[in-house]
């Protein structure tokens, strides 16, 4: 079993930047790919980064060229570094972990979720 623990969300204005935290329990997390997810009100949830044990990330078309993901797994932990943040990023951001690999850009493929933090960005 997995635990994923999210820190970092807040309240930003338009044009600011955040940097989330997902803490994950367990031996054997350099070996499962890590992604960022997040939903807004009445949305789904949809992808916004991806990174694989080797380093490999991947990025929604909406956060490229903006966001980073990345790890560091002596700490067991991943980062998401937003920038340029906009009202329509506003959203619950989870952390999710896939010791099975499958679609990155698929909630379905992930196993453990963190229980989500809060970004708002005002306009």
């Known amino acids: 079993q997995v635990q994923l623990v999210e820190s970092g969300g807040g309240l930003v204005q338009t044009g600011g930047s955040l940097r989330l935290s997902c803490t994950a329990s367990g031996r054997t997390f350099s070996t499962y790919r890590m992604g960022w997810f997040r939903q807004a009100p009445g949305k789904e949830r949809e992808i916004v980064a991806a990174?694989?044990?080797?380093?490999?990330?991947a990025f929604a078309s909406s956060v490229k060229g903006r966001f980073t993901i990345s790890r560091d797994n002596a700490k067991n932990t991943v980062y998401l570094q937003m920038n340029s943040l906009k009202p329509e990023d506003t959203a619950v951001y989870y952390c999710a972990a896939a010791p099975n690999g499958g679609n990155w850009g698929s909630p379905a493929a992930y196993n453990y979720w963190g229980q989500g933090t809060q970004v708002t960005v005002s306009s």
């Open positions: 990174i694989w044990s080797a380093g490999t990330t």
